[in-house]
């Protein structure tokens, strides 16, 4: 398996833009994460999915943050419009409940300007 | 509500001695204990986990933590480091199963530092 994977792994865009942040987790996984990473807070987590439904959204800091799993391969984190202090990196991560521990991509890091 | 602490913001140590990150944990439980480490422009790699058993665990690259639960600590050891253990490390805990998938929690990360 090729492991989690993000696109884009580099997103540069101006204030007020939309944005939109993708990921594909391991196959067979029924747990998606996104997670947020900055100097000042370390890795948040954002929104986790179960078998695609959305469980818990309490971390998503704004109601310009959304997220998205319509199939079982396929996630979106979108924000709407796009803040300076958005800029982080953000990671998908997927887990099989029963083993518990995560994989997680490699991360897309957004620099809003 | 839990969490977890990583002292040290950042662990100096010398190739080839044993090297010793620090991690002390709040739960409710028995808890679910695991160690990651990030290296520069990755995401986070799984190192190991407690979970029930024996307090000693080993995991990835020679590394092994030791569950300490009179003192709610979970500390990350290996006997000899290399350059290439370089790296951001994160201890990370959550609650047992109860009904529900518990969130896991993750600590800020401790950066440790081989010297050649």
């Known amino acids: 398996d090729a492991g989690v994977i993000q696109s884009p792994r580099h997103e540069v865009t101006e204030m007020g833009q939309e944005v939109t942040l993708r990921c594909k987790p391991i196959?067979?996984?029924?747990?998606l994460f996104w997670y947020r990473q900055t100097m000042m807070r370390g890795l948040e987590l954002l929104i986790y999915f179960n078998n695609n439904v959305p469980i818990d959204d309490s971390g998503m800091p704004e109601d310009r943050f959304s997220a998205k799993m319509p199939n079982a391969s396929f996630s979106t984190l979108k924000i709407q419009p796009s803040e300076p202090r958005d800029s982080a990196v953000y990671f998908c991560?997927?887990?099989?409940?029963?083993?518990?521990?995560?994989?997680f991509g490699p991360g897309t890091r957004l620099t809003v300007l | 509500a839990q969490s977890v602490a990583q002292p040290e913001d950042q662990v100096n140590v010398a190739e080839g001695n044993p090297l010793t990150v620090k991690c002390t944990y709040s739960v409710s439980g028995n808890p679910y204990l695991f160690w990651y480490v990030q290296y520069p422009n990755r995401g986070l790699q799984f190192l190991l986990k407690y979970i029930t058993g024996d307090n000693l665990v080993k995991g990835s690259y020679g590394f092994e933590a030791e569950f300490n639960k009179s003192q709610t600590s979970f500390h990350l050891k290996k006997p000899s480091a290399l350059v290439s253990d370089s790296a951001l490390y994160f201890c990370?805990?959550?609650?047992?199963?109860?009904?529900?998938?518990?969130?896991?929690?993750f600590g800020i990360g401790t950066k440790l530092q081989v010297i050649p």
């Open positions: 196959s067979g996984h029924d747990y």
């Open positions: 990370a805990v959550r609650a047992p199963n109860s009904g529900g998938y518990q969130k896991v929690t």
């Open positions: 991560a997927s887990s099989l409940a029963r083993f518990d521990e995560q994989f």
